[in-house]
């Protein structure tokens, strides 16, 4: 078992890396090569049902970035039932911030907006470092639909609280993702000076945290290069 979790963990943080490079195609075949591994395993074990969750979540979130959407759906609904049979609490809540994100990517804002306020409730329930960064995404993604949704005062409220969480949590990345919503919210109110000054916020810290593809996606739109 042991070293199957760490097969599992080695797995991810490769994959996490590509992500950190936008190389989602690679990303997506790392995850599925461990998970292929792991697809003899017996399903009465809980802790290969919490490993195989987390693998099919990033495998998924890759696919979805990849906009294939098909085969996104059929691996997020594998992995949202292999966390419930996990009796993992942690590991269900990563899977209901995921369905959340889907269904909102998919126009299904009610049921999107149903997972996530289900997966931050779930994260309350725990004050480790996961648990935090966890309540700083699904902020994050309800801040996004609520921009979406005409709820604006709800959604500059809910950025700036998502920037305090995970802040506090040491993500920098998902505070400059942060800072990346409100500067593209801004821009879609016509706030030009200020959406600006919010996305180059964002693109230092992306900088700083090392995520050159990220930054350099998002550099052109300020016009001018960041010192």
Do not use: C
């Amino acid at each position: 078992m042991d070293s199957i979790e760490s097969d599992v963990a080695g797995a991810i943080a490769e994959g996490m890396a590509l992500e950190k490079d936008l190389r989602w195609e690679e990303a997506a075949e790392v995850y599925g090569h461990a998970l292929h591994r792991l697809a003899d395993s017996s399903d009465a074990n809980p802790g290969l049902r919490a490993s195989r969750a987390r693998l099919g979540l990033r495998k998924g979130n890759a696919l979805r970035e990849l906009a294939r959407w098909e085969d996104a759906r059929r691996t997020l609904d594998t992995a949202l039932h292999d966390a419930k049979a996990s009796g993992d609490e942690s590991v269900l809540a990563e899977a209901l911030l995921a369905a959340g994100v889907f269904a909102l990517n998919t126009g299904d804002r009610d049921r999107g907006e149903a997972f996530l306020m289900d997966a931050l409730e779930r994260f309350h329930r725990r004050d480790d470092e996961a648990s935090r960064r966890g309540r700083g995404w699904a902020l994050l993604d309800l801040a996004t639909l609520y921009g979406k949704t005409g709820r604006l005062d709800l959604a500059f409220v809910t950025l700036a609280k998502t920037r305090e969480v995970l802040g506090d949590a040491g993500d920098w990345s998902g505070v400059a993702a942060a800072w990346e919503a409100q500067a593209q919210l801004r821009r879609a109110l016509g706030d030009d000076d200020r959406w600006r000054e919010d996305l180059a916020e964002a693109v230092i810290l992306y900088d700083r945290e090392g995520m050159a593809a990220r930054a350099d996606r998002l550099r052109p739109l300020l016009g001018r290069k960041l010192v």
